[in-house]
């Protein structure tokens, strides 16, 4: 027995969808809460953290072609500011569109198996799917604020806890030997015309 085909019911992933028997316009709504088995996202960047649940509200209708799944799947996800690095969290929320195609129908049979969803047993599985649609829309750079002003690249501190005017001096690596050995600006130095 394969894996497809023994999609078990008591999976909160997986829908049982014979209630609908095939007639094209009988519809179902679906609520429940799915269990996140390994972490989803940009991992030390953004993710639905693993042991955590997404939220699904759904609703299930009968097509010709199959069962139309629409709705939401919203989660809480944590990561870190890529300007500052602190740590945060947010919730992200996809809507959700999907077609399970029938076995025997039109769809099924002119499609490649990666291109469309199908049922297995009148059951779907909604994992890969919510799973597909929530990584592609995690940030891939997330921020504390939109206003974030980030790290100074010379020190590391963060912009907003910086006294106004911090700053590093420099100095024109062609003066760097001079200042090294002197300890001071030479004279004539790289502000100063030649």
């Not at 094209?24 to 693993?50: H, N, Q, T, W, Y």
């Not at 969290?89 to 769809?107: K, V």
């Not at 100074?152 to 690596?173: M, N, R, V």
């Amino acid at each position: 027995m394969s894996e497809k085909s023994s999609l078990d019911t008591r999976n909160p992933w997986v829908i049982d969808t014979r209630e609908l028997g095939r007639r094209a316009g009988l519809s179902r709504d679906v609520r429940r809460k799915a269990p996140v088995r390994s972490a989803l996202g940009f991992p030390g960047v953004i993710v639905v953290p693993e042991g955590s649940e997404i939220e699904l509200d759904l609703l299930l209708e009968s097509v010709v072609e199959g069962v139309l799944v629409t709705g939401t799947a919203s989660a809480r996800t944590t990561g870190e500011c890529s300007r500052c690095l602190d740590p945060i969290e947010g919730d992200a929320e996809i809507e959700l569109t999907e077609l399970f195609a029938y076995p025997d129908s039109t769809t099924e049979a002119t499609t490649d198996e990666d291109e469309v969803s199908r049922l297995v047993d009148d059951r779907i599985d909604l994992e890969p799917a919510v799973r597909d649609a929530l990584v592609l829309a995690l940030p891939q750079v997330p921020l504390c604020g939109e206003d974030c002003p980030g790290l100074c690249p010379e020190c590391g501190g963060k912009w907003a806890d910086l006294e106004p005017g911090h700053g590093h001096e420099t100095i024109d690596p062609r003066w760097a030997a001079l200042v090294e050995r002197f300890g001071d600006s030479p004279a004539g130095g790289p502000d100063q015309e030649a």
